[in-house]
């Protein structure tokens, strides 16, 4: 309420700034703020304006740049103990609006701000891939199978604390980007290649495709970001190539001979390092098509393919996948979807026969058919 009172003081009567700087209000609050943030969405929003107010006169703009507020607030909204917080109604748009606002109105501090921008969202990139244990050690989430009953019987108390980071950087982004210009910014500041390494993560939820509003807010996120610019197109394009490069997962995970899901009927039944490599495979072909769906542009539809956007985005997909450096990627998609295919029909019958066999109450030594 203070930070509002103060900036809505200043906005509203602008010669009020140099007052309260001869009485040190805004080095005070710049002091305070960069030391702690409190635990609330509503301050994390009120912060850009109110940095805003204070660069009404230069005293005020070299203090704010010198501050370490900015800094502050992207270690903040990086920290897993603000992870709830964060997810308050659209919060994090809202921030991200706040902040363009604020770098709209002082073009000078962008280049500043977009860097620490690309280095909170890859501080959540080493946060899933190297020290992802500090994330498990709070909950460990839904990136693996079920080991045992008990595990499945407890699942409420699990929770997807990396999907929801993820989806609070998309959200934050989505609302900073209102603009073709700030889009392209941002695929070609590292701002979306960090977005999507975000996928590499172990953490990564293995239905974080169906996860509704986090896959909803990525897709509308790439559609800006492709409009704008082909490097987000070859981020997308070059991290597929990377996720299908391992042989091993080509050609035997994906074997039309042999069958990976069908096997997690009783994951208890695995021994553990058999279950963390299929838990790799899975990863994989969770990330495979997260990346797939992002470069086609689908969502619940697929774009309408009679706009001018859409087919602009096909023909720049296409043009890369027809380079000889990713001349095998089509038939590796392919060749994972046949196997998708597959294992879901597998899936289906093995569920019908288990039925079947339920209801005709079989003895104690019937089988359940392979």
Known sequence: MAIKIMARLIHNEPTSLSILQEDTLPSTFLRQLGEFIPYSMDTLIAIPNALGALCLNQVGYDQVMKSNVAS?????????????????????????????????????????????????????????????????????????????????????????????????????????????????????????????AMLRSPLLALNFEGSTRIFEVFINLSRMILKASEKGTEVLVKELKRTLANEEFTEKCLSTESSLLVAYANPGDFPAESAKIHDTYLHQINVATCLVSLLAGYEDTPYDMSSSTAAQNYRTTASYLTRSEYYELVPRILKMYRAIVKEDILLHHREEAIKKLVSEKPSDDAGIPP
């Not at 363009?100 to 969202?121: G, Q, T």
């Not at 980071?165 to 934050?172: E, K, N, R």
């Open 72 to 196: 502050k607030l992207f270690e903040t909204i990086t920290q897993i103990e603000y992870v709830k917080i964060l997810q308050e109604g659209d919060g994090m748009c809202e921030l991200g609006m706040e902040l363009d606002e604020f770098m709209r109105h002082f073009s000078s501090a962008r280049p500043a701000i977009m860097d620490l921008v690309v280095k909170y969202l890859q501080n959540i990139v080493e946060l899933g891939t190297e020290r992802p244990d500090k994330i498990t050690a709070y909950n460990p989430g839904f990136s693996s199978m079920y080991a045992s009953q008990e595990e499945y019987a407890n699942k409420a108390a699990r929770e997807d604390l990396y999907g929801l980071m993820i989806d609070s950087s998309t959200l934050f982004l989505d609302g900073m980007l209102g603009q073709d210009f700030h889009a392209k910014e941002a695929a070609e500041s590292g701002a979306w290649e960090a977005i999507i």
